[in-house]
């Protein structure tokens, strides 16, 4: 399965690599630069594409959790640990890209409001989730346990997406998709969209050498456990 | 509130930092799954020519 999955990784890579170039190109030059907050606004272009990846992340640990608990097979447990791995990247990214926009901005680092609340509870859950997967000793409780944090973990995703619709935050109403009066130039919307697709290709890249990785553990723990089996059979 | 590049450049940073570290360390374990295989390949080798024997 490893090399089943090389050349897609390797197209998904060439791709992430230079629509990246691309994206940071437009992000750091081609922008116009925004009225009130100045350069750092710029932070914006991969603030909110890296919380799409990690919702999308999170998403596919969800699938994979349910395909565990209902079929079974390693496969859907190796996509929800690898989805769950570059998720936490991804979601690592929006925690600390996000304080370092609201200091110049709001003036403040952090405040509990109920987006970075519930986003740092994602990022929580998540990371509780790899630690359970590595320190729980037995294969298949591990895998079946993890489903169950994977699918509970998930029912945070709305609340941190209507969070800033359903409560008065701190945190700005959407700019996309955000009713009267939000949007953005189309500069800034048309280099949002290229950082949208580069940094959900560059996820895409990641996740697929995260799954061939967990392929390759599997063959080697398999070859080396019944290689010392023979080994045990001869003496 | 103008400029903030310091921000800008700490933010941007960080990114390519996390991802840089996270491809390192997926590296690190290829390699490390990849030397495995290649120990239990040798291992098997070695088994097979002293069954001949």
């Known amino acids: 399965m490893s090399r089943k999955l090389a050349p897609w990784q390797a197209l998904a890579s060439l791709l992430a ?37 990690a919702f999308l992340c999170f998403f596919l640990v969800f699938a994979g959790s349910v395909g565990t608990l209902v079929g079974g097979r390693r496969g859907w447990d190796i ?4 989805a769950a791995e570059v998720g936490v990247l991804f979601c690592t990214i929006v925690l600390v890209t996000g304080p370092i926009w609201a200091r110049p901005a709001w003036g403040i680092w952090w405040t509990w409001d109920a987006r970075l609340t519930s986003t740092l509870m994602l990022w929580l859950t998540y990371v509780a989730y790899l630690l359970l997967r590595h320190y729980a ?17 998930f029912l945070d995703v709305p609340i941190v997406y209507f969070s800033i619709r359903w409560w008065r935050t701190q945190h700005p109403q959407p700019v996309i998709m955000g009713g009267k009066g939000s949007g953005l130039a189309p500069d800034m919307a048309l280099t949002f969209l290229v950082c949208l697709v580069a940094v959900t290709l560059l996820g895409a890249a990641l996740l697929l050498q995260r799954i061939r990785l967990e392929y390759l553990r599997d063959e080697a723990y398999a070859a080396d456990l019944a290689t010392s089996d023979l080994e045990a059979d001869r003496t | 509130m103008k400029s903030g590049m310091g921000y800008l450049l700490a933010a941007y940073l960080f990114i390519w930092v996390a991802l840089g570290s996270y491809l390192l360390s997926l590296g690190l374990r290829q390699r490390r799954a990849e030397t495995l295989l290649r120990e239990v390949r040798d291992r098997l080798v070695r088994l097979a020519g002293s069954a001949d024997t």
Do not use: N
């Open chain 1, 79 to 82: 996509l929800a640990l690898s």
């Open chain 1, 137 to 153: 000793a037995d294969a298949r409780r591990r895998a079946t346990l993890a489903a169950v944090v994977g699918i509970l973990g």
């Open chain 1, 17 to 53: 690599l230079v629509s990246v170039a691309a994206a940071l190109v437009l992000a750091l030059r081609w922008a116009p630069t925004e009225r009130t907050m100045g350069d750092v606004q710029r932070i914006f272009y991969f603030h909110v594409p890296s919380a799409w990846v």
